[in-house]
């Protein structure tokens, strides 16, 4: 089993940035890639950004692309999200993800944080 842990979350105006941070334990040598999911009220989570622990290769969905930054230091077992230029749409529950099996960093994750409030205000 891998524990995962989210802090960073909270209220920001629109256009601020905010640092979502994931820390893993438990099984972590298991670990294939990580991501980042959103749940905003009423809606399905869904992907935000993903990255492969072994290479670093990242992927993004088109709605952060160019204002989100997903890193990972697969040594300490953390990875981060760097908001920068956010709306109101960005408004969410954000989640952190661990997937043990190749080769999408899409979908299929094996392992969930609790979540984190990001608020946007206009």
């Known amino acids: 089993q891998v524990q995962l842990v989210e802090s960073g979350g909270g209220l920001v105006q629109a256009g601020g940035s905010l640092r979502l941070s994931c820390a893993a334990s438990?099984?972590?040598?298991?670990?294939?890639?990580m991501g980042w999911f959103r749940q905003a009220p009423g809606k399905q989570r869904v992907f935000v950004a993903g990255i492969r622990w072994s290479d670093s290769t990242t992927y993004y969905a088109d709605s952060v692309k160019g204002r989100f930054t997903i890193s990972g230091d697969n040594a300490k077992n953390t990875v981060t999200l760097q908001m920068n230029s956010l709306k109101p749409d960005d408004t969410a529950v954000y989640y952190c993800a661990a997937r043990n099996r190749p080769p999408v960093l899409t979908t299929g994750y094996d392992y969930w944080g609790q979540g984190t409030q990001v608020t946007v205000s206009s």
């Open positions: 438990g099984r972590t040598l298991s670990i294939y890639a």
